[in-house]
C-alpha cells in the first residue's frame, strides 16, 4: 500500500498567520483528500486534491481559507489561511491505495 | 446519501472481557466498509475492511468484524481486549465519488 509522509506533525502558530501543509506519496495516485479532525470530534473531508485542477472543496469549505496544491500525482499541500484559534485541529491527508484508503500521520495545529 | 453510523460515542471494558463496536450504513449498493483505530496522538491505522465475499472478516491486533447486509451493519469485535486497544475506533463508507465518510467515533476505555 502507499505510504505518505507528512510534515510538519504539529504546529503552534500566531492568530491571522497561515501554515502549509504537505504530503508526499511514494507512488502516483489519483485521488488525494484533505481532512480536518477538530478536538474530540470525527474526521471531516475539506477538499479533493486533483492534479492538473483546482481542488473540489466540500460544503462550508472555501478556496481562500484553505487554498490547495496538487502539482503532480505524488505531491500535494494544503495551506490554512489567516488562522484563528477555531482552526486548531488535526489535518490529515489521504490517498486511495490499491487495498484501500492510507491516512498521513496527521499535523496537530494550535492556533494562539 | 450514504452516512455511516456509531450509535456508541464511549465505551468502558475491562481488560480480558470481549468487545464488540457497532457500526450501521445507509448505501444503495454493497458498500467497501472499513474500520480505523487512532490511538492518543497517533494518526489512523487501518484494521480491516470489507469489500467482497467472506462477510467475516479479519483483521490486525485480533479483531474481525462481520457485514451483515441485512441489517446494513458492519460491527467490529475482539474476543480479549488488552490495555493497548483504548482508542478511538471509526467506521467509515466511501460514497459514489470515492470520498471517505466517517462515523463520528466510539472511544475505548479499558479498565484494569
Known amino acids: 500500500s502507499a505510504v505518505i509522509s507528512q510534515k510538519p506533525s504539529r504546529d503552534i502558530c500566531q492568530r491571522g498567520t497561515s501554515l502549509t501543509i504537505q504530503c508526499q506519496v511514494d507512488?502516483?495516485?489519483?485521488?488525494m483528500f484533505w481532512y480536518r479532525q477538530q478536538p474530540g470530534q470525527s474526521l471531516t473531508l475539506i477538499a479533493t486534491?486533483?492534479?492538473?485542477?483546482?481542488?473540489?472543496?466540500e460544503s462550508g469549505f472555501v478556496i481562500d481559507k484553505f487554498p490547495i496544491s496538487r502539482p503532480n500525482l505524488t505531491f500535494s499541500t494544503l495551506t490554512v489561511s489567516n488562522m484563528s484559534p477555531e482552526d486548531s485541529s488535526i489535518y490529515l491527508c489521504?490517498?486511495?491505495?490499491?487495498?484501500?484508503?492510507?491516512f498521513g500521520s496527521g499535523t496537530r495545529l494550535t492556533v494562539v | 446519501a450514504q452516512s455511516v453510523t456509531q450509535p456508541d460515542i464511549h465505551i468502558t471494558v475491562s481488560e480480558g472481557a470481549s468487545l464488540e463496536l457497532r457500526c450501521n450504513y445507509s448505501?444503495?449498493?454493497?458498500?467497501?466498509l472499513f474500520w480505523y483505530v487512532q490511538s492518543p496522538g497517533q494518526g489512523l491505522q487501518l484494521l480491516l475492511k470489507?469489500?467482497?465475499?467472506?462477510?467475516l472478516v479479519q483483521g490486525i491486533k485480533g479483531f474481525e468484524a462481520e457485514f451483515k447486509r441485512s441489517q446494513s451493519s458492519f460491527n467490529l469485535r475482539k474476543p480479549s481486549v488488552h490495555w493497548s486497544d483504548a482508542a478511538e475506533y471509526f467506521c467509515?463508507?466511501?460514497?459514489?465519488?470515492?470520498?471517505?465518510?466517517f462515523g463520528a467515533g466510539t472511544q475505548v476505555v479499558v479498565t484494569p
Open positions: 470489507y469489500f467482497s465475499g467472506d462477510t
Open positions: 448505501y444503495g449498493a454493497t458498500p467497501y
Open positions: 467509515a463508507v466511501p460514497d459514489s465519488w470515492g470520498k471517505l465518510q
Open positions: 507512488s502516483q495516485v489519483t485521488m
Open positions: 489521504s490517498v486511495v491505495a490499491q487495498n484501500g484508503y492510507t
Open positions: 486534491a486533483n492534479q492538473g485542477s483546482e481542488a473540489t472543496y
